[in-house]
């Protein structure tokens, strides 16, 4: 099993990534996604996930509103929207597969590094 984290950048406030989760060896048929966060000095936390119904769970309040999970199946990619950008979103993000969506993750990608700065 592969994920594949992609699409960090350098944005200023206000500005908007996508980040993609690009899947091998297993089917988002069948499995759940989150996305997690790390920032300099905390510890890692949940933002999202989607699960095989495409139902979605938010981990992080303060992403509601700003934050959106989609999935392309056909591509076993799943994508994180990410609008409004705040500094406090500063992270490296990764995606794991979470099976229920209940924040207890297992296979892990490598990160990819998000600033918002200005």
């Known amino acids: 099993v592969q994920l594949q984290a992609s699409g960090g950048g350098l944005v200023q406030p206000g500005g908007s990534l996508r980040l993609s989760c690009a899947v091998s060896g297993l089917s988002l048929d069948w499995y759940a996604i989150g996305w997690f966060r790390q920032a300099p000095g905390k510890e890692r936390e949940g933002v999202i996930c989607?699960?095989?119904?495409?139902?979605?769970?938010y981990y992080k309040d303060s992403v509601k509103g700003r934050f959106t999970i989609s999935r392309d199946n056909a591509k076993n990619t799943v994508y994180l929207q990410m609008n409004s950008l705040k500094p406090e979103d500063t992270a490296v993000y990764y995606c794991a597969t979470d099976g229920g969506c209940i924040g207890n993750p297992d296979f892990w990608g490598q990160g990819t590094q998000v600033t918002v700065s200005s």
């Open positions: 989607i699960n095989s119904s495409g139902e979605r769970t």
